[in-house]
């Protein structure tokens, strides 16, 4: 076959370095675009007036390495060494925007076929498939190990398909969370030492057919769906395939390489119809959409058209591109859509994932049992999807090759319900996903925008992204107690933090091959200098941060839990059962959430936990984490009393009490606020208050200008609508038993440990004391709503012995006998199980003055005031029933027990919902209640249980002194 030389027109200077090129014929042929990766300029070219000067685009800082255009030619997108993708409006090249950034220069670019989404890649690790319509990143996809150089999207938009300079292949389904259908090792040429050699990949037009250069000079053809080697095109290229391109229809395609030729191959007939010989190297190539001719450009930057390309005495490379056969499998649909010729990014449809829902099918072609599925009538009956288009040709006849017995033709209807139940047989349904790891107070990324690294009770961190790197900032609530922190230039891209009073942690994902994630400590004082540490990870990608005491945790994506301390020391590697969700720290405990295995059919996440305690080296609490059906995991953290706590994205905020053996009660459920408009970001809470920012629906989360609202929400049990009529009452009852649960709890621990509880003693004390007061209340209520068996049930549940004598004369006043008998019976029976355990002390009696005011029916309105008298002479131990066990068990000077419980009318109140904007103000304001409950009591001593029992030496003393004194 004879060889022949062209010559070719300078598009780009080269300054007499090869680097690659690219190429592209827009939708009508009337344009030719160009860019060279040593050159910052993008041309774009009159394809009939080649006297005309071409326009040129100058957006990028560095040189561009690939070039992606519409189906529909009204977007251009360019990718370049700069690490930005830019689109432009076309064929005028205004600048639109930068879509996207990664760390490292961007190899590849493609668009699907509807122009919704497009595909980039390079350097970096993973595949980002952008959403063109809103300029958001719709998913990652990751799984080479070197950089991405060619990526395709197959046309029925089912699949993508990418390589990489070590020569793998993988295919991914888009229908089905992008994960790896296929995955070919090695089956193209590496290219990872020459950088202006790339692996390219493209699918047939069909879409059943994917095209990858092959070690031996060739081209090799691999299934859709199976991933088998079909075939390959060999013949005069001496050295590798660097670039192929189809033709329009499918049934050619061109090829260069390394040998400096381009061969023209009959897809059918296996072998190359013509060829052209070149000075340089051949870096791409595109076929005229609607002629016979194929534009290419080599790697010094000159670029020239191939006119009438394909022989005159063969088919064109257009014709049949409606309906055409390649390699005598399938065709293209008759009746396919052209794409939209007007518009702008907004007018490109849907996202592609939703165009290709029809499930794969697995094609044995050395089977004839693949003719027995389909029929010649095999029209838009058998389709899964309205954008998928019936075929109108028979198949028997593309599929000639295979020999059609009389015996299998079958009547059309019997033929059809073969072909579906069949069909219906292959298909796979992708089930719910898992949850993905997240940050705790972690917002989106927003492009253009500063968002929040962290965000909780003490201060934020915030970032914003500029060229290349990041901006990050430390603020805390309190300006004043905390400490001043500068800030920090990011040139990791760090996409999660942790932040406590020590110091703040840091990590990011893997960014490609070399670009590891990162793990970066920062403490905000240290007696040493170059306190800061980092830690990198080769094979694995930190998933979520958190901090405590004098630790940092990292849970990667290996399920490694990985703990360091304040210093940097790796102290434990520890593996977990599942995927991380999220991770919490407070203290010396560490609370991490995995997944414990596949979400429901309902789409129910089936999580677990686990809480660690760092310095004992102990897992003191695991079980399963509970959601809401249908929900994710929003938030999860600790209160400020250490409280493991749990919010969903149905708004239910959830509380772990051992309890039951250790259960996830609910405190808080948005629905029952009834204000569907709003969304509830939760930044942390303590014993009462729900500390959230109020976000507006749609908005899920804030923004970090302007600065977030606090606003504080009470907290409440999802209780039935009860027939009492005193929802809040018992409300506060159910909130005061958890107290108490978890002080116990607390008390428990620290007894364990040896520790003094004498503060957590004082703290019981006087939530004892307001749990009474509220019981009393709830008596009241009961005795005007008629309910004198609930009282009963009430009145046993009271820890004070004067609470019940207040009782008593409550429904004395009352007018209510029987009920009062029962209450004597009652405390008559507690304080005579007292005195078996006890030695019968004497008693002062009690002058339990109980005021109220009765209406003419003799109900109570308003709750009775509880006063005690001067201080008894000998302290009474069975004034205190032994269901208390939370007072510390010692007799100390007796105070005035009822000053503790009358100082608790004294205490500051914060309304149900207030919104402030310090949130230091907000905790002084808070602690308000708290030190009315402890440090009013005893006036700067801590309150006493008049009634608790000695357990000191000296206090033994003192009581046999009583004694001896009673006995004179």
Same mark, same amino acid.
């Given at each position: ?58 957006? /990028? ?329 019936? /075929? ?548 700067? /001593? ?27």
């Amino acid at each position: 076959m004879k060889i022949r030389s062209m010559k070719l027109r300078e598009a780009h200077k080269s300054n007499g370095i090869a680097s690659q090129s690219s190429i592209l014929y827009d939708l009508n042929g009337e344009r030719i675009v160009t860019a060279l990766a040593s050159d910052t300029s993008i041309c774009i070219h009159d394809a009939l007036l080649t006297s005309v000067s071409p326009k040129v685009l100058r957006n /990028h800082r560095d040189g561009v390495t690939c070039l992606a255009i519409s189906p529909n030619s009204t977007c251009l997108a360019s990718g370049s060494i700069d690490h930005s993708v830019k689109l432009y409006k076309f064929p005028g090249g205004e600048f639109e925007t930068n879509i996207t950034r990664f760390t490292l220069p961007i190899r590849s670019l493609a668009f699907n076929k509807s122009g919704t989404m497009l595909a980039a890649a390079g350097d970096d690790e993973g595949i980002k498939l952008i959403n063109t319509i809103d300029g958001s990143v719709a998913r990652v996809l990751k799984g080479h190990r070197g950089s991405v150089t060619g990526i395709s999207f197959d046309p029925k938009g089912e699949y993508l398909a990418s390589v990489d300079s070590i020569g793998t292949v993988i295919y991914w389904e888009l229908h089905n969370s992008g994960i790896i259908a296929h995955n070919l090792k090695g089956i193209a040429p590496s290219t990872s030492s020459d950088s202006s050699v790339v692996n390219v990949l493209q699918w047939s037009p069909d879409g059943e057919m994917l095209a990858v250069p092959g070690h031996k000079n060739d081209v090799v053809m691999y299934d859709r769906d199976t991933a088998e080697k079909l075939f390959m095109l060999r013949g005069d290229h001496v050295q590798p395939v660097c670039f192929l391109s189809w033709s329009p229809n499918g049934k050619y395609m061109a090829t260069s390489g390394l040998d400096r030729q381009i061969l023209i191959w009959n897809v059918d007939q296996k072998q190359d119809i013509d060829r052209q010989k070149f000075d340089e190297r051949i870096c791409c190539m595109a076929w005229k959409p609607n002629g016979n001719s194929l534009a290419f450009i080599d790697a010094m930057g000159k670029y020239g058209v191939w006119e009438s390309t394909v022989p005159s005495s063969m088919k064109s490379p257009t014709e049949g591109t409606k309906s055409v056969k390649s390699n005598g499998v399938l065709f293209f649909d008759e009746d396919e859509q052209e794409p939209s010729a007007s518009g702008s990014l907004s007018d490109m449809g849907e996202d592609s994932f939703d165009e290709a829902e029809i499930a794969s099918r697995k094609r044995l072609r050395q089977h004839s049992k693949y003719d027995e599925a389909l029929d010649e009538d095999n029209d838009d009956e058998l389709t899964f999807s309205p954008k998928a288009e019936s /075929h109108k040709k028979p198949l028997e006849d593309e599929l000639n090759f295979f020999p059609k017995p009389e015996s299998r033709k079958k009547p059309r209807k019997e033929k059809l319900d073969s072909a579906k139940e069949g069909l219906q047989s292959t298909t796979v349904t992708a089930g719910p996903k898992l949850q993905e790891a997240f940050q705790p107070g972690a917002t989106p990324v927003q492009p253009g925008k500063r968002r929040f690294l962290c965000y909780n009770m003490l201060g934020s961190i915030t970032s914003i992204d500029h060229d290349g790197y990041s901006h990050i900032e430390i603020d805390f609530h309190d300006t004043g107690s905390g400490p001043r922190v500068p800030a920090m230039t990011d040139y990791f891209g760090f996409t999660m933090a942790s932040l406590n009073e020590n110091g703040s942690v840091f990590a990011n994902p893997r960014k490609g091959e070399k670009n590891m994630s990162t793990l970066m400590y920062r403490p905000f004082s240290s007696w040493a200098n170059n306190s800061e540490w980092s830690m990198r990870f080769e094979e694995e990608e930190v998933r979520a941060v958190a901090l405590g005491n004098s630790w940092v945790a990292a849970v990667t994506s290996l399920n490694f839990l990985r703990i360091f301390t304040e210093g940097g020391l790796q102290k434990h590697v520890l593996s977990l059962d599942g995927p991380v969700v999220t991770v919490s720290g407070s203290g010396d405990e560490l609370a991490v959430v995995t997944h414990s295995s596949s979400p429901l059919a309902s789409s129910e996440q089936m999580l677990e936990f686990r809480v660690f305690n760092i310095c004992s080296g102990t897992l003191p609490k695991r079980g399963k984490l509970t959601i809401t059906p249908g929900s994710s995991l929003t938030w999860f953290g600790f209160s400020e009393e250490c409280q493991l706590s749990s919010f969903d994205s149905k708004g239910v905020l959830r509380v772990f009490t051992n309890q039951y053996g250790g259960s996830w009660l609910p405190l808080f459920s948005a629905s029952k606020l009834k204000k569907p408009e709003e969304n509830y970001w939760v930044a942390g809470l303590n014993s009462s208050k729900l500390f959230c920012i109020v976000c507006k629906s749609p908005d899920s989360f804030p923004q970090v200008i302007p600065k977030p609202v606090l606003t504080l929400l009470d907290l409440s049990c999802p209780l039935a609508s009860s027939d009492l009529g005193a929802d809040n009452l018992e409300n506060e009852f159910i909130c005061n038993n958890i107290q108490l649960c978890q002080i116990q709890s607390r008390i428990d621990e620290m007894l364990a440990s040896g520790q003094d509880t004498s503060s957590l003693d004082d703290e019981a004390f006087s939530v004892e004391a307001i749990q009474d007061r509220c019981i009393l209340r709830l008596i009241a209520s009961c005795c005007n709503g008629d309910k004198l068996v609930r009282a009963t049930e009430l009145v046993k549940l009271l820890s004070l012995e004067k609470s019940v004598r207040g009782a008593i004369k409550l429904v004395t006043a009352l007018k209510l006998p029987n009920l009062a008998e029962r209450f004597n019976l009652i405390l008559e029976e507690r304080l005579q199980k007292e005195s078996i355990k006890t030695p019968v002390l004497a008693r002062a009696p009690l002058n339990f003055d109980t005021s109220f005011k009765a209406d003419v029916s003799g109900k109570a309105s308003v709750l009775p005031e509880i006063s005690v008298p001067v201080e008894p002479a000998i302290p009474a131990s069975s004034e205190k029933f032994p269901t208390n066990s939370f007072t510390k068990k010692t007799l100390q000077e007796p105070i005035k027990a009822g000053k503790a419980i009358t100082d608790q009318k004294q205490t500051t109140k914060i309304e149900s919902k207030g919104t402030v904007s310090n949130l230091s103000e907000l905790k002084k304001s808070v602690d308000i209640k708290n030190a009315g409950q402890t440090s009013k009591a005893g006036e700067g /001593h801590r309150p006493s249980n008049p009634f608790a029992k000695s357990s000191n030496n000296q206090d033994k003393s003192s009581l046999l002194d009583s004694l001896k004194k009673m006995k004179k």
